[in-house]
């Protein structure tokens, strides 16, 4: 199963964009890219998805790499109640794989 | 509305105990998935199943099992509770290939 690596924590001003990277340079090549994000006591919540093109929804948007070894997802303009731990997860089949999470704070 | 539901949300048991959490989805998914959590990390899967009478192993499975009986419910049993049991668990579940997950509320359990 693909890890993925992404940074511990990220901070933004509230309204300004977001951009997460992720590295998963070991996905096979029929992985999806996954996004959930976490709040406290609460079970994941999914952002997006996509397996090779780039996506657009209305929480966010996906950018995937030529290669699919990386992917950022990017929070057009952060909003205090997107403050999360957002999980970047390689989907094998419904089998989801988890990495530590980048810890997203938003300051005023 | 479709719904996932986790019971008990929290729970007190002793080291070698048996214990069952229950998980009920109400969208008539046939894939199912239990997943750990221990405190400031990620998931990790521990068992799922793709249909009634279907069950898998997971990443870290040793001490747990699951059964699938119907397609609403998919319990997860802790034969012998041990203190490294310590964690929440999440219930997931899901229509298909590349659908988005839909998680329980989880259960938090605590293994004296």
């Known amino acids: 199963d693909a890890k993925t690596t992404q940074p511990n924590s990220m901070e933004s001003n509230e309204e300004e964009p977001v951009h997460l990277p992720c590295n998963h340079s070991t996905i096979s090549g029929t992985d999806y890219i996954h996004w959930y994000r976490q709040l406290p006591s609460q079970g994941p919540e999914y952002v997006i998805h996509g397996l090779t093109s780039n996506v657009n929804n209305r929480m966010a948007s996906l950018a995937i790499a030529e290669d699919r070894k990386s992917s950022t997802l990017i929070l057009h303009r952060a909003t205090l109640r997107d403050a999360a731990v957002y999980y970047c997860?390689?989907?094998?089949?419904?089998?989801?794989?988890f990495g530590a999470g980048t810890q997203v704070v938003v300051t005023p | 509305d479709a719904e996932i539901t986790q019971s008990p949300r929290h729970k007190i048991t002793e080291t070698g105990r048996q214990v069952t959490l229950a998980c009920h989805q109400t969208?008539?998914?046939?894939?199912m998935f239990w997943y750990r959590q221990d405190l400031g990390h990620g998931l990790r899967l521990i068992h799922y199943?793709?249909?009634?009478?279907?069950?898998n192993k997971g990443e870290v499975s040793d001490g747990y099992s699951v059964s699938r009986s119907n397609t609403e419910d998919l319990p997860l049993t802790l034969e012998s509770a041990a203190s490294s049991q310590t964690s929440v668990y999440f219930c997931a579940s899901y229509r298909g290939r590349a659908d988005t997950q839909y998680f329980g509320p989880g259960t938090r359990l605590t293994v004296l």
């Open positions: 969208w008539n998914h046939n894939n």
């Open positions: 997860i390689t989907d094998s089949w419904g089998k989801l794989q």
């Open positions: 199943s793709y249909g009634v009478q279907d069950t």
